[in-house]
Every structure is written in C-alpha cells, then in structure tokens.
C-alpha cells in the first residue's frame, strides 16, 4: 500500500498564468493615496498600500490550487495468478546410482536439484512421478510444496522392475496433467538411460501429451563413457557401466511438444539446465492497481477565505481604535 499524490482537475492551474499580469496591471493603475499625500505614504510604507491586493491576490491562488482539486490517493495492488501444472518424472533406475555428479551420484543431484526447482515456483501445481521398469505416481498435483520436498528428499532407487519405461513415464505424469487447471501444463523427465521396457512406447506417449497441449522437457542426466557404480566385485574391483541416454529420443520427444531438450554432464549444467527450464516457463501475474482518493481542497478554500478577511479585520479594528 502507497501514498499518491493527485490533482482531479489540473487544468485550473493554467488560470494562475494570469495572475503576473493582474500584479502588473495593478501596478500601472494610479493610487489615489499615494498621489494625494506623498506625507502620509512615507509615514505608512507604501507596501502596506498594496498589501490588500497582495493578499487577495494570494486568495486567488488558493482558490485556483483547490479548483484543480489535489487528492492523496492510497493505492493497492491486487496480484494473482493461476500458474503452472509441472508434474516431474524423476528416473530412479539402478544406473541413476552412478558416481559421476560429484560430490554424490546422479540420483542425489536430481532430487535436490528438482527440490530447489519447485522451491523457486510457490505459485505452481507441482506433482511427482518416479520411473524405473515401471512408473509411480509420487504426488499429484498439488500447492503443498512441503510435502513435495519431503517425497523428493526421500526418494531412492527402485531397481524392480529393472529397466527404464520412458514411454510409462510420459504416459503417467500425462494422465496426472490431464485435469489440470492451470495456465499451461508441463513434464520436466529426467532420465540416464533409454526406453527398453514398459507396456507403452515413447512415440504413443508423446502424441498423447501433443494431443493434451502438455510440454516435455527431457534431461538427459550423465556423463559419457564408462561410469563407476558403487557396487563391490571383490579384490577392490567396482561395477562399471556405459552411459547408455537415447538423446536423439529426448530430442524427438521435446520437439514434439513444444519443449526442449537439455543435456547434464554434471551436478553444475543440472542446476543450470533447471535455471533455464524455469526461465522459459514463467508464471503470468497480471496485477490489479486499487486508488482510493482523499480530497484535500477544503484546508485551501479556509485559508483563502482567511486571507480575504485579514484586510477587513484590520479596517475594523483601525476604526474602532479612533472611535
């Protein structure tokens, strides 16, 4: 809430242009008290001869300044918005343990990437699904961002049923989107691996969130090349892995939707890939201004009349002094 100062007819101020020209013209008359005795005008001061025009003059100005009627205007501002439908699905498959997002591995990354994500849109319906083999749904849409974080915190690998459902995935968060209410609806799929399981292909998925107007964004999560797992052979040996991300999928998916599709080698390009999905979907908050004025013309008009009424008053107790 603010202050504003206003003036509901400001054109008035255009009359006091005229006034220079009353002083003058006052100027250029001839004063009958000054011209009859120059005496009496040394005695008084001449300036006390003009004081009555001066102050009707300044009448004028007050009663000018309270026609253009200034107003205090106490202003608030109404915001809302219908935001975002964001449902994420986060891949939990057994290569998202690789150790190649130091200080940890890609999954921990993940989370906490995704829980500073829905941290920065408190006005957005987010929701969360989890894939590996198959797909859960770990929240549907909801403004309860505390539960959200908490259900990100402590998500962990399922690797039953192995295998990565890209298609399930999709197909999953689009249902949950599907009765969303939102100004735009929005998948952000995070995932290291490519499509070799599940009942639904990547291809039926996408058309199904393209018929929905819903957006894909893919992140495809892992360095390239051998990556360790943290899983003991013996003898000091460690499984190793081949990233194995279907980019051109991703690609093909976002493009098709409408939305892109980002690749993270690392803990620091997944914080940025983040930044930048929430950069490209911004929340519209149109804002409605309130103004409710005050009038503050009447303290003119009072001081005006005041002034009008000072001459007179001096008249009168001039008169009743020589009585």
Known sequence: MAWMPHWASPWWFLALALLPLLAWHHHRLPHPALTFSRLSAERAGSWRLHLPFYLRLAALSLVLVALARPQFGQVWEESSSEGIDIQIALDVSISMAAEDFHPSNRLA????????????????????????GGATTLSPLTTDHRMIDRLLQAVTLHPEPD???IGV????????????????????LVTDGV?????????????????LGIRVYTVGVGTHGSVPMPVQLGQGRTLTIEAQIDEAL???????????????????ALRRVFAQIDELETTPIPVRQLIRYREIFPPLLW??????????????????AQS
């Open 169 to 188: 995935a999709l197909a999953t968060a689009a249902a949950r989107l599907r009765q969303g209410r939102g100004t735009s609806r929005v998948i952000v």
């Open 195 to 211: 499509n070799n399981s599940g009942e639904i292909d990547p291809a039926t998925a996408t058309a199904l969130c393209r018929g």
């Open 163 to 165: 295998g990565t459902a």
């Open 250 to 268: 991703l690609e093909r998916i976002a493009q098709q939707t409408g939305g892109q599709f980002f690749r993270a080698t690392n803990a620091a």
């Open 303 to 320: 001081l005006a009349l005041l002034l009008l009424l000072t001459p007179l008053a001096t008249t009168a107790t001039g008169i009743t």
């Open 109 to 132: 990354i993940a989370k906490q990437v995704a829980r500073d994500f829905v941290r920065g849109r408190p006005r957005d319906r987010i929701g969360v699904s989890i894939f590996s």
